[in-house]
Each structure stands twice: as structure tokens, then as C-alpha cells.
């Protein structure tokens, strides 16, 4: 009974931690993203639109950690009716990660 009350215990932390990590993807986004790319990821005059979007749905995680590292701008610019230049950003490891899984989220539905 003892092992048993102490699995549970792990399982719960196991899913505590996951729920946090999906909570910090919202609130990263909505606190350094949401003013360019929209609160739904809707795109704006000054973001890509994110929802459906298949480059983020295709692009895998480092690929796009390298993305939000370097920014994109001038040349590189893929949205040319967008005057804004996607700007670097400053996240740690956890917060890139935690930031992209929302994004693939946004881009799947
Ligand atoms: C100041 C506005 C701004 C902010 C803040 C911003 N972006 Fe962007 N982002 C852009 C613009 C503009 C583009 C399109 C650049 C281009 O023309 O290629 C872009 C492009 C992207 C792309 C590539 C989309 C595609 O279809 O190629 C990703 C992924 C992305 N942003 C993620 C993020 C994430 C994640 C954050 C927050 C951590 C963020 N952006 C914050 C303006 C912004």
C-alpha cells in the first residue's frame, strides 16, 4: 500500500510539472508573441498569421528555436506585405521549448 500511495505521488508530480509547462507556453506567448502574432495567433499587420500555418506545423523544434534565436529580417523576410522584421528573442532552454509546443499548438487547429 505504502509503494502504491508513493507511485500516485510521482504521477501527480509527473503531471503537475506537464501542466505547468503547457501554462508557461501560454503566458510566454501571451506576454512576448501575442502583441505581433495576435492573442489566438491570428497574425496581425505586424506578425504572420500562426493558426494553420504549415511552416511551424512542418518546422522542427531546433529549426525554430534557431528562428526565435536569430529573428528574421531584411532578405530574409518572408512576408514582404509585413513591414515589421520578426525580432530575436531572449528566452532560455525551458521557455523556447515551452513557447514552441504552444506555437505547434496555434498552427494545428
Ligand atoms: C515585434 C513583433 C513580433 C514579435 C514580438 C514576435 N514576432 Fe514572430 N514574427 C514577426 C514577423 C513580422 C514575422 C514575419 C517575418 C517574415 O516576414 O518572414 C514573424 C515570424 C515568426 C515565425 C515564422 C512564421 C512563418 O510563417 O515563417 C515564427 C515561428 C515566429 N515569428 C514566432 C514568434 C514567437 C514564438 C514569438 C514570441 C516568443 C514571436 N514570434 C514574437 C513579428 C514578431
Given at each position: 500500500?505504502?509503494?502504491l500511495l508513493?507511485?500516485?505521488v510521482v504521477a501527480l508530480a509527473v503531471a503537475f510539472s506537464g501542466t505547468a509547462i503547457a501554462?508557461?507556453?501560454a503566458a510566454l506567448f501571451k506576454a512576448k508573441c501575442s502583441m505581433c502574432h495576435g492573442l489566438e495567433g491570428q497574425g496581425s499587420a505586424m506578425g504572420a498569421k500562426m493558426q494553420g500555418n504549415e511552416f511551424i506545423k512542418k518546422t522542427k523544434e531546433d529549426e525554430l528555436s534557431a528562428l526565435l534565436k536569430?529573428?528574421?529580417a531584411g532578405a530574409a523576410k518572408k512576408y514582404k506585405e509585413i513591414k515589421m522584421d520578426m525580432p530575436k528573442q531572449v528566452l532560455n532552454d525551458d521557455e523556447?521549448?515551452?513557447v514552441i509546443?504552444?506555437?505547434k499548438?496555434?498552427?494545428s487547429k
Open positions: 500500500m505504502k509503494r508513493g507511485l500516485g501554462a508557461d507556453g536569430s529573428g528574421r523556447t521549448k515551452a509546443a504552444h506555437i499548438g496555434i498552427a
